[in-house]
């Protein structure tokens, strides 16, 4: 198999979630010729679609973009970068509203301004509500995208990797086309990332299956600086039974006293939960141990229950009478009445690739956007700044990426890291395919992830998993599978395991380093949180001998 | 086998190097409890890993990620539920050119968007 298509643009924009989506229209409105390409078909995949909604922004009139830097500041531990706070909240108004302008709309109150909830850790109601949750905003973004005359959107079509020029620039990307079966080269002048993040590496998470970390393993080969790899977001109540329900979620919110004051129970009928309901990361630590210590039900949950909920049925039936309720009881359980299994999930990539405000990775040539991108959250996130950040950000890239493109004269795609790269896709076929067990592998890998790298780690798990990372990819090497050509699902699937298991091993590597319990990062061995040596990312690069794990100051 | 631990599954197998045209292959998927439609093919690719099918979903039920056609009609994959001791026919969805099996081409509509169907 030879590259045999090729694309040549200004701005590569890979991934098409509401980052990529964001930053293609901004690149193209700056005059830049864009290609968009996405795994999936156009805003059929990805992490935004399952997105409830919720997206900050400083409107209400006592709130201001300093009262947001500070809320962010605080929620994230003080390990987000001061300066991409402050840019989050500086440009979260004007970017959330521009959205109207490609055709997303927002839950207005009775007096027609918006409707701002307010959501913990928000010291003021900050939160809009945007029409069709995130496939509201997708469609939007993607419609805008496919009728702008520069924007080439080509989806269905998975990257396998970066291709530098001769001096080490991001150059474009070497990826297969899925509805061709071809090998193709994207050249480009400057490439954004915005591939998400890697949830579905946990067995427990709430996202969908194409979130395995493509880009974060790409933009390390390619020698950019990832940090706070450690830093993944846990939601407490994810369904883990029946299996066609596995990763949807219910709202652990919706237990608290004033709401629908209910609660999660252990497998002898026991509360799990104290009332008043603690905050989410208290409930998530509650859980987790609860689970280790055998009180879990037949799937390894606890149940979720609002039945018996003293404001009766009629205010439980209209609580959940929402899409994400709705689409559960067409699975046969009914969420107002029965036990839901659940326990927590992956939900939230907080580390990832280190960006500067403009969205410079440390490659030249190469930017990131939201959730593969890493140092603008900490160790946790307020509700609502997921998609917030993916349109501040989003827009930030794609016209750096534009400005880059126009300066830089284009030495083009190092032809022989395009073969290379080419080859080494080429090298995963056989028409007898074989030498691993891809199913088993993939199991084994995310269950570990689970257990050692979830609620509740400590030095010597996290070390068997970064030993069971580096067996997987071992094993991996391995793995033939034949050359089908249109939609090759097994070498999809072969990539993505091999993605899964580099990540794993940069999550292990950097969560055994950071040895305090910050936000969602909880060591087991190290309760207390480490503000003398700790106000520093964990930062992992690239070289010969493999990853090297250290830190990096914050910037201010 | 115990009818009431299994779903009878006849999927659409077409192999654009291959075949004129599709044909349906049966499976038979273990699972006490009822499966939706996208599950149900996850699990036919556990037993067979040359059947392909869409895996991305949003938990919602709206973005047609799963569209698929069920026993002859268009439906969306992942709320549409079959019980065990069920046999479910399912194949490309009816409004997408086929790539394979019942992965279909959503940037190649057949008809005009907005007729019946999803
Ligand atoms: C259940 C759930 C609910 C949420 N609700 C909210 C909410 O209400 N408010 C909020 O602010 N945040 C919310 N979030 C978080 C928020 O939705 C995400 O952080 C955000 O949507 C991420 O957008 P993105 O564009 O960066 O990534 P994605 O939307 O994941 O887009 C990445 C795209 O890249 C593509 N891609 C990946 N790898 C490759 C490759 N190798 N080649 C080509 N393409 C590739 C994928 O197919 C995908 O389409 C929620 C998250 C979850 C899981
Ligand atoms: S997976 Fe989104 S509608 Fe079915």
Redesign the pocket.
């Known amino acids: 198999m030879k590259i045999t298509a090729r694309h040549q643009t200004d701005v590569l924009v890979?991934?098409?979630?509401?980052?990529?989506l964001r930053a293609a229209l901004a690149a193209a409105g700056a005059g830049a010729s864009v290609i968009l390409?996405?795994?999936?078909p156009l805003a059929r995949?990805?992490?935004?679609l399952?997105?409830?909604?919720?997206?900050q922004a400083p409107l209400h009139p006592d709130d201001s973009a300093a009262l947001f830097y500070d809320d962010i500041i605080a929620c994230g531990c003080g390990l987000a970068d001061g300066d991409l706070a402050r840019t989050l909240a500086e440009d979260a108004a004007d970017r959330v509203l521009e959205t109207e302008r490609y055709g997303v709309t927002f839950v207005r109150d009775a007096a027609g301004g918006y409707a701002l909830g307010q959501f913990p850790g928000q010291s003021r109601p900050r939160n809009l509500f945007v029409r069709g949750g995130?496939i509201g905003l997708a469609a939007g973004l993607a419609k805008a995208c496919r009728s702008h005359g520069g924007i080439k959107v080509i989806d269905d079509?998975?990257?396998t990797g970066l291709v530098p020029d001769t001096r080490g620039a991001a150059a474009g990307a070497v990826?297969l086309g899925l509805r061709s079966g071809e090998l193709t080269l994207l050249a480009a002048r400057a490439v954004v990332l915005?591939?998400?993040?890697c949830q579905w590496l946990w067995a427990t998470n709430?996202?969908p299956a194409?979130?395995t970390g493509?880009?974060i393993v790409y933009a390390h080969r390619a020698g950019a600086e990832l940090v706070d790899m450690e830093m993944v977001l846990f939601y407490p109540s994810v369904l883990v039974w029946p299996p066609s329900l596995k990763g949807a979620?219910v709202h652990y919110e919706f237990l608290a006293s004033d709401v629908l004051d209910g609660n999660i129970y252990d497998n002898a009928g026991r509360p799990v939960l104290p009332k008043p309901l603690p905050v989410r990361d208290e409930a998530m630590r509650l859980l987790a141990r609860a689970i280790k210590d055998g009180r879990g039900g037949p799937h390894g949950g606890l149940l979720w229950y609002v039945g018996d909920s003293p404001k009766g049925a009629a205010a439980v039936a209209a609580k959940l009478d929402i899409l994400q309720y709705n689409y559960i009881r067409a699975h046969g359980v009914d969420p107002a009445t029965d036990r839901v299994e659940v326990a927590p999930g992956a939900?939230?990539l907080m580390g990832g690739i280190h960006i500067d405000p403009d969205c410079r990775t440390s490659v030249a040539g190469l930017f990131a956007?939201?959730?593969?991108a890493g140092n603008f959250d900490g160790a946790n996130r307020l509700?609502?700044?997921?998609?917030?950040a993916?349109q501040v950000f989003g827009a930030r890239a794609g016209l750096a990426a534009s400005r880059r493109a126009a300066e830089n004269g284009g030495a083009g795609p190092d032809p022989a890291a395009a073969e290379a790269e080419a080859a080494r896709v080429a090298a995963r076929l056989d028409k007898n395919g074989g030498g691993a067990d891809l199913a088993a592998l993939r199991d084994r890998l995310r269950a570990a992830v689970q257990e050692y790298a979830g609620v509740g780690r400590d030095a010597a798990g996290l070390a068997r998993l970064a030993r069971l990372a580096g067996e997987t990819r071992a094993e991996l090497a391995a793995a033939r599978v034949p050359d089908t050509g249109v939609f090759n699902q097994r070498l999809i699937e072969l990539i993505e395991l091999e993605n899964m298991a580099e990540i794993a091993g940069l999550v292990a590597g950097c969560a055994l380093l950071r040895a305090e319990t910050r936000g969602h990062h909880i060591r087991d061995d190290f309760p207390a949180r480490d503000d003398d040596n700790w106000l520093r990312h964990t930062l992992v690069t690239r070289t010969s001998a493999g990853p090297l794990f250290a830190t990096k100051p914050l910037r201010g | 086998m115990d009818n009431s631990l299994t779903i009878t599954v006849k999927v659409f197998r077409f192999d654009p190097a291959a075949d004129k045209s599709g044909r349906l292959e049966q499976f038979a998927v273990a699972s006490a409890a009822p499966l939706s439609v996208m599950a149900l093919l996850a699990k036919v690719r556990e037993l067979d890993a040359t059947f392909c099918c869409r895996t991305s979903t949003c938990?919602k039920g709206r973005c047609g990620s799963c569209l698929v056609r069920v026993n002859g009609k268009d439906a969306f994959g992942c709320t549409t539920l079959v019980k065990p001791g069920e046999t479910v026919v399912i194949e490309p969805h009816s409004r997408y050119a086929v790539l394979r099996d019942v992965v279909v081409d959503f940037s190649r509509p057949l008809a005009a968007e907005g007729e019946g169907g999803q």
């Open positions: 890979i991934g098409a979630g509401a980052s990529g390409t996405n795994k999936g995949s990805g992490i935004t399952t997105a409830a909604g919720g997206m995130g079509f998975l990257v990826g915005a591939t998400g993040g709430d996202c194409d979130a493509d880009g979620f939900h939230y956007a939201p959730e593969c509700a609502g700044n997921g998609l917030t993916t | 938990f």
